[in-house]
């Protein structure tokens, strides 16, 4: 990453590589750090949503919320493809709302917790169709016990983001 301090301008080859490199940097002074895949992994995530639209489902051409609930029970229905994509979705929808959005979720009826346990209990189900990721026997069982950690460091990424000069801190991609 190329940094021009003076500016705030960050130069980066892609947003992947940038959220990357920040997770590694709040994982490094983590008192249990994840392991890299896990934090390679959760920048594909956020590089994903990335784009808002992936946030949510459209139905008959509109924009609405994932029921991230109703969907894991329906995935039981679904061809076993189809099954590791809505999975993978779940999970990761999961993922990015529990940590960027955590200020957002307190107080509310559907809360942090709750889609904590949705990524978890989506992710461990994923494991079951994909028992090996990036070379990793139990990839997913072992994200899924990590998940409240991995969202936690981009929670911490939201809020480091946020908090630094707002009007002139500017993401270009490279």
Request: glycine share 4%; proline share 1%.
């Amino acid at each position: 990453m190329f940094s021009n301090s003076s500016s705030g301008l960050v130069l980066e080859n892609s947003l992947q590589c940038y959220f990357f490199d920040q997770l590694n940097e709040l994982n490094k002074k983590s008192l249990r750090p994840l392991s890299n895949e896990a934090i390679f992994y959760s920048s594909l995530v956020m590089d994903r949503f990335g784009v808002v639209h992936q946030l949510f489902e459209e139905k008959e051409g509109k924009y609405t919320n994932k029921s991230l609930g109703i969907k894991l029970m329906e995935t039981v229905h679904l061809s076993k493809e189809r099954r590791k994509r809505e999975l993978k979705d779940i999970g990761d929808t999961a993922l990015f709302v529990s940590g960027f959005f955590s200020d957002s979720l307190n107080g509310k009826i559907i809360d942090v917790r709750y889609y904590q346990e949705i990524g978890q209990a989506a992710y461990s189900k994923l494991n079951s169709l994909v028992p090996s990721f990036y070379d990793v026997d139990s990839f997913y069982v072992e994200f899924s016990k990590s998940f409240s950690n991995m969202a936690f460091l981009i929670e911490l990424l939201a809020k480091e983001y946020s908090s630094k000069n707002k009007s002139k801190d500017l993401l270009l991609i490279a």
